[in-house]
């Protein structure tokens, strides 16, 4: 997702609201013609616009997924990206979340970044048991889920927005578990629980041999998060 200043007005109820023709699109954009992209992309942007935000550098696979989330519904959709940039600007006003500011989750050494799948989506395994609750700072965590996902989707190729998660629960006790952060987490994803013998199978179906780590059979070592270099990592506001 574009890392973009806002420039929205809070609040503001300015301009008409604008309905998007789902029907045109079935709901998916993936299903529908250029026209009908370049149509509905058009009014998500007048209707940003007509709010007070500002949609200057933000590409049309960003807001595609916000007319996604409210099912083509362009006035929903627009008021949905209003708020998240509200949010962005407030919680991370650089325009992305510095190490220096999550120093303690990522020295636990919890999550990886591995390449990607056969479908191009990028790889991320999270290990469970250097994930301490007791002694996590609730904040710190909620900023590191951020810089989490916003380095992930800056690793994505061109048009992926989707990853594959392998949270490894191997060797876990009490002091790993955290309800609300497993909540929130899981809520997020497809689970699919594998027993270790199986593991190197299942993997398989979706990831090259190469990029399958060695402690689950493959041939590639653990990198970790912070030790991935992007080019277009990190991402300063506008």
Not at 104 to 132: C, D, Y
Request: charged content about 25%; proline content about 4%; some cysteine.
């Amino acid at each position: 997702m574009e890392a973009v200043h806002s420039n929205c007005e809070k609040g503001s109820t300015t301009g008409k609201a604008i309905q998007g023709d789902g029907s045109s699109l079935n709901g998916r954009p993936e299903h529908a013609g250029t026209d009908d992209k370049v149509q509905v992309l058009a009014s998500m942007r007048k209707a940003v616009e007509e709010r007070g935000c500002s949609v200057k550098g933000v590409d049309d696979a960003t807001l595609l997924r916000f007319l996604r989330a409210r099912s083509m519904a362009v006035d929903k959709a627009a008021k949905m990206f209003i708020q998240h940039q509200n949010w962005r600007a407030s919680f991370m006003p650089l325009g992305y979340v510095p190490d220096e500011e999550i120093h303690n989750e990522l020295e636990s050494k919890k999550i990886f970044l591995q390449g990607t799948s056969k479908q191009g989506w990028p790889i991320v395994v999270g290990i469970a048991r250097n994930h301490h609750a007791g002694s996590r700072d609730l904040d710190e965590l909620k900023r590191f889920v951020a810089h989490v996902l916003d380095k992930i989707l800056a690793s994505a190729p061109p048009g992926v927005e989707r990853m594959l998660v392998i949270i490894d629960l191997q060797q876990i006790s009490l002091k790993n578990i955290d309800v609300r952060g497993a909540i929130a987490g899981f809520s997020l994803l497809q689970i699919l629980f594998v027993e270790h013998q199986q593991t190197n199978e299942m993997l398989l179906q979706d990831i090259e041999l190469p990029h399958i780590p060695k402690i689950y059979g493959g041939q590639e070592e653990l990198v970790l998060l912070q030790d991935v270099k992007l080019t277009n990592w990190p991402r300063s506001v506008q």
